[in-house]
């Protein structure tokens, strides 16, 4: 590990931690919480690792003063949380149910009275499952019905949010989701998942319209960026690297900063209605970069329904999850991200940022995750190589700040700066969570 003092940041820049609503809140059936599709997906047979599901999670729901008093104890400026469309609008539509909203409330208010910023995003994944069961984001209605509740979240919060995300890695939720079927909704539509991009990108831009209509903003996205790494020096090897790019980390942006979706991805023209693109490109304030590991490409066997193949990145150390540590990459994003939008990009806050190591008690009770520290002083001086390089990063959030429930993964994978026992609910900071008020949000 690593004992160079971090350098400097820039005043102002914004500290946080992010969580979202299914991995921690649990109380799914509380106060008129509708079902979502993780619950649906969760509770059928064989999709989640250790069979777990997300009924009781960190049981956030009603321990949030204690979880916003480590955020206060962390120092940090900010936290980014997820609010749950199924407990706003328990079947995906019509009026608030004004008991769902009073929890975001609450805890809107708690954070502010720790002084830590509330940051929320709209969609993290957890569908009501009555939208799902008309269509979900295949249909091309949810757009509107997304704006219609993101109006209603703005109506209740619109007043203190100091930062609004729309959706959470609509790539992921897209492929995971809808491409191969690991994530809920559990849909194995491979390239056939396109319309779940384009009405996701087209309800996040009538979103962006409803909360600048209700005065409330800034706003933002948060999407996944994963660079290229070749694994091969030939024509085909670059061919299949341009087309993994364009996939992962420009479908979701081009259209958003007003380029329009990449060529060689070859969406159905006959998806994109006209005006739509204008809607997409409206401007944004902030865009958050998610950023977990590089993806190593190497040109697919002939016969292969991919155009890429994924080639394993040896040669670096590895997370629990078998992600490899690379904190170069995140740097080389941030500096790609400017010099391919230019002008056209907002300013970045890194909205997530983390990893998942096997943490436990020893002995005394005590959880050290040295492998924690090291990853996230690692990527953050790339943070800071990228600030220097003349990107303009304005924030960072840890992800996460408990232990969770990991999707697909269940109990499994431990990403939190705090650790979790799932059986009691005792939450026990980690020597991360010291290190990371310590040296980085207190210098
Ligand atoms: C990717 C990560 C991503 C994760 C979603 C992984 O395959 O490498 O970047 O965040 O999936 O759970
Ligand atoms: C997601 C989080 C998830 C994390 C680790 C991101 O893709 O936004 O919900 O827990 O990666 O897999």
Redesign the pocket.
Known sequence: MTHRPMPEFPAGFRWGVSTSAYQIEGAATADGRGASIWDTFAHSPGRIADGSTGDEACDHYHRYAEDVALLAGLGVSAYRFSIAWPRVQPSGRGPANQAGLDFYDRLVDELLGHGVDPVATLFHWDLPQALEDTGGWLDRDIAARFAEYADLVAARLGDRMKLWITLN?PF?HMS?GHGMGV?APGRMLLFDAFPVAHHQLLGHGLAVSALRARGSTPVAIAN?Y?PVRLAGETDADRAAGAAYDALHNRLFTDPLLGLGYPEELGLDQALIRDGDLDVIAAPIDVLGV????P?GIRAAEEGSPLPFEIAPLDDYPRTA?D?PVVPDGLRDLLRQLRDRYGDALPPIQVT?SGCAYDDGPDADGRVDDPDRIAYLDGHLRAVREAIDAGVHVTGYFVWSLLDNW??AEGFTKRFGLVHVDFATQRRTPKSSYAWFRDQVVRP
């Open positions: 890695e992921i995971l994530h996944n994963s998610n950023y977990y590991n993806t999850f992600w997530e990991e999707w």
